[in-house]
């Protein structure tokens, strides 16, 4: 129960910079797709997060999109308006940082837009998550639990293989 109460005030806290606190108010970055090439190019955008859980905002800034100034400057999100359906768990995805990896799973139906979008949406998500100390490596998974956009029979390659 603690490693589990661990797991979640780390995915709720930022990554502190060298030298400062963490505490509401904290700059991250979120990293939105300039342009539709395979994986794509990334852009960080900077953020200032209400709340000590920056991961689970910078996530939260993925699937609202670019604002209007990002967005003529080229800049969009493949998460903005890809979720569907109801929720599994009362949010549209929960975030644990446990032993350096980062698992985001999604509550609602993530729709895919073809591999092209699949790659850039995983790059972003992986990017954006990144950026914190405490994460490592990224597991990003469907409702139910495979990996995300996972073709294969058992949908674990994400669990299992390289990213």
Do not use: W
């Not at 490693?3 to 700059?27: D, H, I, K």
């Not at 509550?107 to 790659?119: L, P």
């Not at 972003?124 to 409702?143: E, G, H, N």
């Amino acid at each position: 129960m603690r490693e589990l109460l661990m797991a979640t005030v780390l995915a709720l806290s930022p990554a502190p910079a060298a030298g400062s606190p963490t505490q509401a108010g904290s700059t991250v970055k979120v990293y939105f797709a300039k342009g539709f090439g395979i994986p794509g190019k990334l852009v960080p955008v900077t953020r200032k997060a209400p709340h000590q859980g920056v991961a689970r905002f910078a996530v939260e800034q993925l699937i609202a999109g670019p604002t209007a100034k990002e967005r003529a400057r080229g800049l969009h999100s493949e998460l903005a308006g890809a979720l569907r359906g109801r929720s599994a768990c009362g949010a549209d995805f929960t975030i644990t940082i446990r032993k350096g990896t980062a698992t985001l799973r999604f509550c609602r139906t993530v729709m895919s837009n073809g591999v092209g979008a699949d790659a850039r949406m995983l790059g972003m998500i992986r990017t954006t998550l990144r950026q914190f100390a405490t994460v490592k490596k990224v597991v990003a998974l469907d409702k139910s639990g495979r990996c995300l956009f996972d073709q294969t029979e058992r949908g674990t390659s994400c669990l299992t293989g390289r990213e």
